[in-house]
């Protein structure tokens, strides 16, 4: 083999002010967790959906120029019209104005029923699974009681005792709504609580307070949000059904669930008075579903930073 000769060869020599640049910018876990949410087309399709129907749940009963009890006995069980978007019901009252305002009602329920859920079930949990001892082993016998019985049975119990409207409602999906939130939570905690990071802070005195508060809970926040995303379809539903049995809204207030219904007297005959209603529920849990699976992946702390 021929000896190589130096000339053949240049020294470059070394870059320091390249070799210590940093080639991609520093993100907190919130803005990478939106960077990779943007790249999931169907949570953002989603996303927008859930917004629009928002928008439109505020705005549009506002420009209809009907009201949500506005009967008109000349203009029962219209199709789709110019003077009727969605047509009308058995009570000539008009579906577009309905619809959104029962969107109003159903949204705002699996909303605040979800929040609320989620939060008794991270303070329970969380504290179960911090301190473990009695406290967890009381609690934890209550969940596991209360896991082994329907939760449907339950909150129509609580609905024949509290009565129909908004707030029994909202009550009586709480009252066992937050068992799988304090089941996820306590073994996330005491998952966390031995490791190396929480160790630390504890052999400096910090108060556990300030641990969880400080330590625990951001590790946690992005599954709970990613939940609460998943968990507010469920509640929809559960309100709907429990309207469409009798055991929900009252007139003259409405919901998705009251609309259906009303609607299902009349499949045969006229059946968009049911499509209707049934439709923005099935969208409306199709969007939240795409959105909580997009949240999932943006939130998995393995994922960041591989794309």
């Given at each position: 083999?021929?000896?190589?000769?130096?000339?053949?060869?240049?020294?470059?020599?070394?870059?320091?002010?390249?070799?210590?640049?940093?080639?991609?910018?520093?993100?907190?876990?919130?803005?990478?967790?939106?960077?990779?949410?943007?790249?999931?087309?169907?949570?953002?399709?989603?996303?927008?959906?859930?917004?629009?129907?928002?928008?439109?749940?505020?705005?549009?009963?506002?420009?209809?120029?009907?009201?949500q009890s506005q009967?008109?006995?000349?203009?029962?069980?219209?199709?789709?019209?110019?003077?009727?978007?969605?047509?009308?019901?058995?009570?000539?009252?008009?579906?577009?104005?309905?619809?959104?305002?029962?969107?109003?009602?159903?949204?705002?329920?699996?909303?605040?029923?979800?929040?609320?859920?989620?939060?008794?079930?991270?303070?329970?949990?969380?504290?179960?699974?911090?301190?473990?001892?009695?406290?967890?082993?009381?609690?934890?016998?209550?969940?596991?009681?209360?896991?082994?019985?329907?939760?449907?049975?339950?909150?129509?119990?609580v609905m024949m005792?509290?009565?129909?409207?908004?707030?029994?409602?909202?009550?009586?999906?709480?009252?066992?709504?937050?068992?799988?939130?304090?089941?996820?939570?306590?073994?996330?905690?005491?998952?966390?609580?031995?490791?190396?990071?929480?160790?630390?802070?504890?052999?400096?005195?910090?108060?556990?307070?300030?641990?969880?508060?400080?330590?625990?809970?951001?590790?946690?926040?992005?599954?709970?949000?990613?939940?609460?995303?998943?968990?507010?379809?469920?509640?929809?539903?559960?309100?709907?059904?429990?309207?469409?049995?009798?055991?929900?809204?009252?007139?003259?207030?409405?919901?998705?669930?009251?609309?259906?219904?009303?609607?299902?007297?009349?499949?045969?005959?006229?059946?968009?008075?049911?499509?209707?209603?049934?439709?923005?529920?099935?969208?409306?849990?199709?969007?939240?579903?795409?959105?909580?699976?997009?949240?999932?992946?943006?939130?998995?702390?393995?994922?960041?930073?591989?794309?």
């Amino acid at each position: 083999m021929a000896e190589l000769n130096r000339d053949m060869f240049v020294i470059r020599g070394k870059d320091t002010a390249r070799m210590e640049s940093i080639s991609r910018p520093s993100l907190s876990f919130w803005s990478d967790a939106w960077r990779r949410l943007r790249k999931n087309k169907s949570a953002i399709i989603g996303m927008l959906i859930v917004v629009i129907y928002a928008i439109l749940a505020i705005f549009a009963p506002m420009v209809s120029g009907y009201t949500q009890s506005q009967m008109d006995a000349q203009a029962r069980n219209e199709f789709i019209s110019a003077a009727h978007w969605l047509g009308t019901d058995s009570m000539g009252r008009d579906m577009w104005t309905r619809i959104w305002m029962g969107a109003r009602v159903s949204l705002s329920i699996g909303l605040i029923s979800a929040v609320l859920n989620a939060c008794v079930g991270a303070v329970i949990g969380g504290l179960c699974g911090y301190y473990g001892g009695k406290l967890d082993m009381i609690v934890m016998r209550i969940v596991d009681l209360l896991y082994g019985i329907p939760s449907l049975i339950i909150t129509i119990l609580v609905m024949m005792v509290l009565g129909k409207g908004v707030a029994p409602l909202i009550v009586a999906m709480c009252v066992v709504g937050w068992i799988g939130t304090c089941r996820f939570v306590r073994g996330e905690v005491y998952r966390l609580k031995e490791q190396e990071f929480v160790m630390a802070a504890k052999v400096m005195g910090i108060p556990d307070f300030v641990i969880i508060i400080r330590h625990i809970i951001p590790n946690i926040m992005g599954m709970l949000v990613t939940n609460l995303c998943m968990a507010i379809p469920g509640a929809i539903f559960q309100e709907a059904f429990l309207s469409y049995i009798g055991l929900g809204i009252t007139p003259p207030d409405c919901s998705w669930g009251v609309i259906c219904k009303e609607g299902i007297q009349f499949l045969r005959y006229y059946p968009h008075e049911i499509l209707v209603p049934g439709f923005f529920i099935c969208t409306t849990m199709l969007a939240l579903n795409l959105l909580g699976n997009g949240l999932r992946d943006a939130v998995d702390p393995k994922l960041r930073g591989t794309d």
